[in-house]
């Protein structure tokens, strides 16, 4: 089975700090990506990456930025945190390497962070 | 106008019960549709995936149909259970962003004992 982990469930900070989230996939997919989830939006693209190194802006990229220096692990890097940015956060991988892949997706358990 | 609109928002049934979701979606041309179920707390997971040729796919009780021509897809759910109780996601692969994947704002279903 495919397992995607995210570093913390629940996270709290304050206005202004540096927040990292932490994704690491156990099954040598290419895709990574990273999402924000909140009520009455669904899903929305944050940044995705197709190798490692590699990174594509997705829908809604201001205010963060990410990091993949090995195929495994992909972070999310909030450098100032506001509380706007309190969300869901899901980090999930798939197979196929091109551009915005097509297939299936597996999904993080979720990171909720609040940003007081 | 989200390119994916799904109903209702959020509907309670009883255990036992029959029910179905909606999808319209205007992605087009598209190359995939999926559902997917998303428990309180935890990440989604992929129920059916169809194609645009496709007009059904079954995952035990869980049964997906897709009109394409009037770009609407259902999810039907058999004897609900209350494991079912979750947010269910529709999602269309967009052809014409490299296969983007666009998602609607989910169905709360909360099934009753």
């Known amino acids: 089975d495919v397992k995607v982990t995210q570093s913390s469930r629940y996270l709290v900070k304050r206005t202004g700090e540096k927040v990292f989230l932490e994704c690491v996939q156990d099954?040598?997919?290419?895709?990574m990506f990273w999402y924000r989830q909140d009520p009455g939006l669904g899903l929305r693209l944050i940044y995705f990456?197709?190798?490692?190194?590699?990174?594509e802006k997705g829908d809604i990229p201001e205010g963060y930025s990410v990091s993949r220096e090995k195929k495994e692990r992909f972070s999310l890097i909030l450098e100032s945190a506001s509380t706007n940015q309190t969300s869901m956060y899901l980090c999930?991988?798939?197979?196929?390497?091109?551009?915005?892949?097509?297939?299936?997706?597996?999904f993080g358990p979720g990171t909720r962070l609040t940003v007081l | 106008k989200n390119q994916v609109e799904q109903s209702p928002q959020s509907l309670i049934i009883l255990e036992g019960k029959n029910c179905t979701l909606q999808?319209?979606?205007?992605?087009?041309?598209?190359?995939?549709l999926r559902w997917y179920k998303q428990d309180t707390g935890r990440g989604p997971v992929s129920l059916t995936i169809?194609?645009?040729?496709?007009n059904t796919k079954s995952n035990g009780r869980y049964t997906a149909t897709l009109d394409a021509d009037t770009k609407q897809s259902s999810l039907h759910i058999t004897a609900s259970q209350l494991s079912d109780s979750a947010s269910y996601i529709c999602?269309?692969?967009?052809?014409?962003?490299?296969?983007?994947?666009?998602f609607g704002q989910g169905t709360e279903l909360s099934v009753k004992p």
């Open positions: 099954m040598d997919h290419e895709n």
């Open positions: 999930a991988s798939s197979l196929i390497q091109s551009g915005f892949i097509t297939d299936t997706q597996y």
């Open positions: 999602v269309v692969s967009d052809n014409n962003q490299g296969g983007k994947l666009i």
């Open positions: 999808c319209n979606y205007t992605v087009s041309p598209f190359s995939n």
């Open positions: 169809m194609t645009f040729s496709e």
């Open positions: 990456s197709y190798d490692v190194k590699m990174k």
